[in-house]
């Protein structure tokens, strides 16, 4: 029979008070599948992510390897390997490089050789960061500090990798480095979930595109089918 995805999401809502900022989405990704969710500001691209991750209250299924995922506690969603880089990083500025790396690494306790084989696949991902271990987080450049996201999301050995605008607020020379990464890593195999405004990047990577708008999905779109910008400005604007 068909495969199931990795990671299965079905009639996910929630809300904020009265604001209902994700109204049954309905989406999914598959071993080496990067998915693209794209939208306007407020579009309910971060909420999606969070009710992934069980941070906020929510409904619905949320299906990982082919059992139902329980959203109740955020770390043991983590632990099953369900990771977010959320937006603005969530690194600790005032701790080194190699600190917050090993951070990312929390599940694997005193097993130093399982600790230097991750910190050499997130050496090969970002060599920047290498160079930079001792260095405080703070002080390395944006699109530094969202590399060590990465890189530390990528210690904790992820099954699935959601992302929330690594983007943003970065030079397009340094988004298309870190962007070309996650495609790498998606190619490898892993899952990856990609919310970002940006969708002609995204869209170059992504196998499948999903256009949120006011907390729905509006559009699953074939990125190998949106031959201009403004085809894809017609999403945005349907
Ligand atoms: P952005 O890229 O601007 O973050 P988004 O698509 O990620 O946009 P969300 O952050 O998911 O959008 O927000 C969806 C809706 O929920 C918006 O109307 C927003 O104002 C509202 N919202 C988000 N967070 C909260 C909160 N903590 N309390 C109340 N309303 C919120």
Redesign the pocket.
Known sequence: GAVEPVLDVRGLSAR??H?E?LKGADLCAGKGELIAVL?P????????LRAIMGLIPNQGEVRFEGASLVRRDPVGVARKGVVLVP?GRGIFGSMTVYENLELGAYKIGRNKHELQRRLTHVFELFPRLKERLSQLSGSMSGGEQQMLAVGRAMMADPKVLLLD?PSLGLAPRVTGEILETLGTLSASGLPVVL?E?KAPLALKLACRAYL?SL?RIVATIDPREVKSHDELAQYYFA
């Open positions: 904020y008070g604001v900022a939208g500001n407020g579009a309910g691209k971060s909420t999606l937006e605008e919310v405004q949120f907390g």
